[in-house]
């Protein structure tokens, strides 16, 4: 602790020294009181309960302050002057740019100068910018820090983080940052201009945005000449990397290559502190007359403007801005006489309108004519279909039309593909016309070679008889069986036409039909049977009136 101390006298840690490197490596020249409110908001709420304004100050001020003396000690800051209302201004050494540049990770060629004597005349304008960025930027108080303070403070914390978000993060913003209409980045040669900030937040859809910060003591006439600047300054193009010419500005910064639907140049906000003697009312409706030539669009036929090679130019007031933020519908677009958020005020909207309304009515059109070729295909299908089914053929035999695959093979004339046998069969009529075919070639070569002397189980030679029932090729014993014949020969095979399978089925099924028939010994005891039951009925008594006619007998 006694090494710290003596390092660190002020008893700063790193996370205030970094805040003070952030903070002024992007504004230059600051107060501890911004440096605090960007840094560490919290603490803006934790000591509300000082008595007086002056006092809370102070306090939530007196860990940066104790950062900042540390920081000079070490020769990384240094006091430049004071405000009109007598704070102290703070900037950095080329010591002091070098660690800001590892805080903020930016090449110490893009940190800009040191802003040593911005607080000789009181450093109104650079206070002006500073506040633009506070309003812009909207730091939010973390509300883990102030988990041990009273009910009051953790509410108005809370407020101040529900209320609208700004835009980016302090290492999103450069200030005084030199725009050369000639010369190089590093070395700017004459007319070209200089901005007060320059926003590049893509996190939050803001990419490039210029703002330009005016205390009310220049005309609209020097505000018009510097925005000119800017245009010329827009125009002007470089080789890239790749050999190609584009605009400057496009080799340090990234931006898309239209911005809301129109090829245009990056926007321009102007921002209005009144403390000088003009009334910026009347400057800025002066201005956007000045301006026209540079801002003004082409009206199309969808109702929209549009802003090809213009650049937007927004205006709004230090004062509205702190109050809503860049949310707030406190930015006036100059061709237009309605009051918009940031975002709608530098965008184009109407073109995004009826850009929407045209890729919906295509959207449309196309899914229409969609339907109307599935329309079409399913009835063009269909009528294929019948007609398929027209031409389909039919079964000479039993009539039945042939399937899909009985057709392909009948119909097929491919090269190497045997010529079906009988075309106009169904498979199941084919397989009986083969069979019926087979076994009267088989008869026919059997008495061919009978007549011949040859022998007619020469196997080898003559087609081999197929069984009618399951289709199966006889075996040699069975067609011997089928086939003999002559003097002494047993006579022929009751089912010629099965084989040997089929035929024991079919007296299999024969015996069983026998078997279920009574034999000779079960008739003849069925027959004793029904005589011992005659002898055991009653005789008839003698009697009645059928007795009396009875030949013979008296009456």
Not at 123 to 150: C, F, Q, W, Y
Not at 187 to 203: E, H, N, S, Y
């Amino acid at each position: 602790m006694a090494g710290k101390r003596k390092t660190n006298p002020a008893g700063s840690t790193n996370n205030l020294r970094g805040d003070v490197l952030r903070v002024l490596g992007a504004l230059k020249v600051a107060t501890a009181d911004q440096i605090q409110r960007i840094g560490a908001p919290h603490l803006t709420y934790r000591h509300m309960d000082k008595g007086s304004p002056s006092e809370q100050k102070a306090a939530r001020t007196a860990a940066h302050t104790g950062a900042l003396s540390d920081m000079r000690k070490h020769g990384l800051s240094e006091t430049g002057g004071s405000t009109t209302a007598g704070e102290r201004l703070r900037n950095l050494t080329l010591k002091g740019l070098e660690a800001a540049s590892h805080e903020l990770r930016r090449p110490v060629t893009e940190m800009g100068s040191t802003a040593r004597g911005a607080g000789s005349s009181g450093g109104s304008h650079p206070m002006a910018v500073n506040e633009t960025v506070i309003a812009m930027l909207r730091p939010k108080p973390d509300l883990a820090k102030l988990a041990e303070d009273p009910p009051e403070v953790r509410a108005a914390a809370q407020a101040a983080v529900d209320a609208p978000p700004g835009v980016g993060t302090i290492a999103s913003y450069w200030t005084e940052v030199p725009l050369p209409a000639t010369g190089t980045w590093n070395a700017p040669g004459k007319g070209g201009a200089q901005a007060d900030i320059v926003l590049t937040a893509p996190q939050d859809k803001m990419p490039l945005l210029f703002i330009e910060v005016d205390n009310c003591h220049e005309t609209a006439e020097e505000l018009a000449l510097k925005l000119e600047k800017y245009a010329r300054f827009f125009r002007r193009k470089v080789k890239d990397t790749d050999g190609k010419e584009r605009p400057m500005w496009r080799t340090r910064w990234t931006a898309p290559d239209t911005w809301s639907g129109d090829a245009v140049h990056p926007p321009v906000l102007l921002v209005f502190n009144h403390v000088g003697d003009r009334n910026p009312n009347r400057t800025i409706a002066r201005l956007i007359e000045l301006t026209r030539h540079l801002w003004e669009g082409e009206r199309q036929r969808g109702g929209f403007h549009d802003y090809d090679g213009k650049v937007p130019i927004i205006a709004t007031g230090l004062t509205k801005l702190r109050e809503h933020g860049p949310h707030g519908p406190v930015f006036l677009r100059f061709g237009r006489d309605h009051m918009e958020p940031l975002w709608a005020a530098v965008g184009n909207p109407r073109r995004e309108a009826a850009e929407a309304r045209a890729r919906d009515e295509t959207r449309r059109a196309q899914e229409e004519y969609q339907a109307k070729l599935r329309r079409v295909a399913s009835e063009q299908a269909t009528k294929k279909a019948a007609e398929r089914e027209a031409r389909r053929p039919v079964c000479a035999d039993c009539g039945a039309r042939f399937t899909d695959e009985r057709w392909e093979a009948a119909s097929a004339t491919d090269w190497g593909v045997p010529k079906d046998s009988h075309p106009r069969l169904c498979d199941g009529c084919k397989q009986w016309a083969v069979v019926d075919e087979g076994q009267a070639a088989a008869k026919q070569e059997h008495h061919e070679s009978v007549s011949r002397g040859v022998d007619p189980y020469d196997f080898q030679r003559y087609r081999r008889p197929v069984c009618t029932e399951c289709g199966a090729q006889f075996t040699d014993e069975r067609w011997k069986a089928v086939e003999r014949g002559g003097w002494g020969v047993l006579p022929q095979e009751a089912n010629p036409s099965l084989c040997e399978d089929c035929d024991e089925r079919d007296e299999a099924g024969i015996r069983q039909a026998w078997s279920d028939w009574p034999s000779q010994e079960q008739q003849r005891q069925g027959q004793e049977r029904d005589q011992e039951q005659e002898q055991a009925l009653p005789e008839q008594k003698a009697g009645g009136w059928l007795t009396r006619f009875r030949p013979g007998q008296a009456s």
